[in-house]
């Protein structure tokens, strides 16, 4: 549910109650309204009677007051005919007040206009009295007696019917009132019912949204859990070791290939400091190298596989891997930690070494079979020639003979002295002119020279040398001239160059020739173990292991080719330094 | 060096009619060597004709009447192999003895060739090996 949806539900549910009571409250107003102008009606009539009464009562005061003058004589009895002086006032007031009911102020009029009769026979008979006249004659008096009567009966009537009214007005207030309270009842009975009705919908309806949001949230929380395991999981089965540490380089943890490369329990290792864990040295120097989380943080970005490393492993045995780090970062992309992978590669450089070895007998063999050319050839020689000697003994030939045995035997004594030459090995980079390792592999190399008829060009810059083994350096030209040999067709071309100049700190030969050239899918494949495109014949070894004693040496190699038909070569070029890699950096060190 | 100077003397094989000698065609790319095998075959009582590669090889051997071929295994161009293949093509039946410096040859060179041997054996094991391939020898005694 999105908090959107959320806020909606609940102005609603505050909405329609609010509404309701709105409506409620208006239905009661009007009541209200109806009931207080119902009842002021009853208190209007009210106040008609009251007013009625007193003015009926104050014209009996006045006929009293009368009769009590006519009896006595006195002036104070007609103290009332004077306060009924007003009347005419209270009348207009009276008919204001029954305005709304024409019959009853027409009957005001006509007992004002019977009172006003009456004032006047009032005043005749005071003056009667006063003027000594016939003020008790009989049917003056029941003239007096019959008006009074008649407004007293006017009176009774508009009493009587104010009195009427007031009950029909006082009964439709009870029956407003009645109403009131049943309506009033009922609204609340509704608007309880719709509430309730309402709530309920509305709160099983945020029930209901609530139950799924949560759902939805514990089913996230369920995968992203599943996720973290199977990652866990991943982690842990991978054959790669791995081992993950925080930003400050202290492991938080480590899978068992990891445990089982270190001889570290993930338990024990955990909080310690990666170099106490991973320490590693270089293989062929022995001096500590630089932590891959210190590379990584240094670098700040993924850090490939270092020098050939020997990890020492917490029973101080050894192994040699081969190591990748690279950071862990959150989202906004700040280094959170490290992550170091490595593999146990001792197995695959002892097959390497053994691999090696392989091409080093390889070209052992290749050597033998030139040696056992070279050497049988001129032995043959010798063999017939000491025949010869000893068949024709005595002749004068015998001379001629010996003196050609010895010079085979010369032969045989040069070529044994230049293989000799070829397996002396220093165990210190030594100078190695670059001309004498090529011509000593041509010489290596002379009798498929000759099978081919191959054009050999060679050129080299005076004194081209560089820091080196020349054993390694001679492997590395026995094995590309031999394969250009084996690439060109018969009298093919083979040139050789080696050009430096004399400020260079590099020297670069090339060897070309004029062969089949390399299919363009082998040359990805070309220096590794094992690929040849010479089948049986071919070891597989002799690019890889020249490869090797290159960047051995520091340099590199690559090879260039073209294989159309007709004008196809292929030029392998080899780049060394002059100074022999750990010599520079002893130099810098010294330097320094 | 002139070795067609070098008279037959002292030997139990030079005392044949020349014009009865066997015929050996000697091929060999190794020119020393290939004139001293020629001279010994010689002294031995063959007449010899020598060739320095394949396809002279081939020259000679339709132009002479060969008895045998004496053939050098690594030579520049055509090797003992591919000559003996040729020369199979020619004649099936005169026999051919291939001679390398090395001690083992492909199998399919060492099944067209009669005989293979290694170079540097002894000359007198050479020369048996040959006259063993040889149908007869004409006057011989021994």
Known sequence: ?592 | MAFESIPIAGSDLHMRDPQQRKTILCVDDEPIGLMVRAKLLEMSGFSVITGVDGPTALELFRANDVDIVLLDYLMPRMHGGEVARELRAIDPKTPIIILSAYLSLPEDVMRLADLCLVKGMPPKELVEAIRSLLPYEDGETG
Not at chain 1, 83 to 97: H, I, N, V
Not at chain 1, 411 to 421: A, E, K, P, Y
Not at chain 1, 568 to 592: C, K
């Open chain 1, 1 to 592: 549910m999105t908090p959107e949806r959320f806020s909606k539900l609940l102005l609603m549910s505050l909405a329609v109650p609010t509404l309701l009571v709105f409506v409620m409250a208006s239905v009661v107003a009007f009541e209200v309204g109806q009931l207080r102008d119902a009842l002021g009606w009853v208190d209007h009539t009210d106040t008609v009677i009251a007013e009625t009464r007193a003015e009926l009562r104050r014209i009996v005061d006045a006929e009293t007051g009368l009769r009590g003058f006519l009896v006595t004589g006195r002036e104070e009895f007609l103290e009332s005919q004077r306060e009924s002086s007003g009347t005419a006032a209270r009348f207009a007031k009276l008919e204001a007040m029954v305005a709304d009911n024409p019959p009853q102020r027409q009957r005001l009029d006509e007992i004002r206009g019977k009172f006003e009769n009456w004032i006047g026979y009032s005043k005749q008979m005071v003056q009667l009295r006063e003027g000594a006249g016939n003020y008790s004659d009989f049917e003056l008096n029941m003239t007096g007696k019959r008006m009074m009567d008649e407004i007293r009966a006017g009176f009774a009537t508009v009493i009587d019917v104010e009195q009427a009214l007031r009950d029909t007005r006082l009964e439709r207030a009870t029956h407003i009132d009645k109403d009131f309270k049943i309506s009033l009842a009922g609204l609340s009975l509704l608007l309880a019912t719709t509430l309730v009705l309402f709530s309920r919908y509305q709160l099983r309806n945020l029930a209901l949204q609530y139950g799924s949001a949560l759902k939805t949230a514990e089913e996230k929380a369920a995968e992203e859990r599943e996720r973290k395991q199977w990652f866990l999981t991943l982690l842990r089965s991978v054959g790669d070791a791995v081992i993950a540490t925080n930003a400050n380089g202290r492991i938080t943890f480590m899978n068992p290939a990891a445990e089982a490369a270190t001889g570290w329990s993930e338990a024990a290792a955990k909080q310690q400091r990666l170099e106490s864990v991973f320490r590693t040295v270089k293989a062929d120097t022995r001096e500590r190298l630089e932590n891959p989380v210190d590379r990584v943080r240094r670098l700040n970005a993924v850090a490939g596989p270092l020098d050939h490393r020997l990890l020492i492993r917490r029973d101080e045995s050894e192994i040699h891997v081969d190591d990748c780090g690279a950071p862990i970062r959150d989202d906004d992309g700040k280094i959170i930690g490290f992550i170091l992978i490595f593999r146990d590669v001792t197995r695959q450089y002892e097959l390497e070494r053994t691999l090696r070895t392989s091409e080093k007998l390889a070209l052992a063999g290749r050597i033998t079979a030139s040696v056992a050319h070279e050497i049988h050839n001129p032995l043959d020689t010798v063999g017939n020639l000491l025949h010869m000697i000893l068949i024709d003994g005595g002749s004068e030939h015998i001379a001629e003979y010996a003196e050609l045995a010895t010079q085979q035997l010369q032969r045989v004594h040069q070529v044994t002295l230049s293989m000799l030459n070829l397996y002396r090995e220093s165990h210190a980079p030594v100078t190695v002119k670059l001309a004498e390792v090529v011509n000593s592999a041509l010489a290596l190399l002379e009798m498929q020279v000759r099978s081919k008829e191959a054009q050999v060009t060679c050129r080299f810059t005076e004194g081209s040398s560089v820091e080196g083994f020349p054993g390694e350096l001679r492997q590395v030209f026995t094995n590309l001239i031999h394969n250009a040999l084996d690439a060109i067709p018969q009298g093919g071309t083979i040139a050789i160059d080696c050009m430096s100049g004399g400020t260079q700190k590099q020297v670069n030969i090339t060897i070309t020739d004029n062969g089949c050239g390399i299919a363009e899918q082998d040359i990805p494949r070309l220096f590794q173990p094992l690929f040849t495109t010479k089948g049986e014949s071919g070891t597989g070894l002799g690019l890889w292991v020249s490869k090797g004693i290159v960047e051995k040496h520091g340099g590199t190699i690559d090879v260039e080719t073209k294989n159309t038909p007709g004008e196809s070569w292929t030029r392998f070029h080899v780049v060394l330094p002059r100074q022999f890699p750990s010599l520079v950096s002893t130099a810098q060190a010294l330097a320094n």
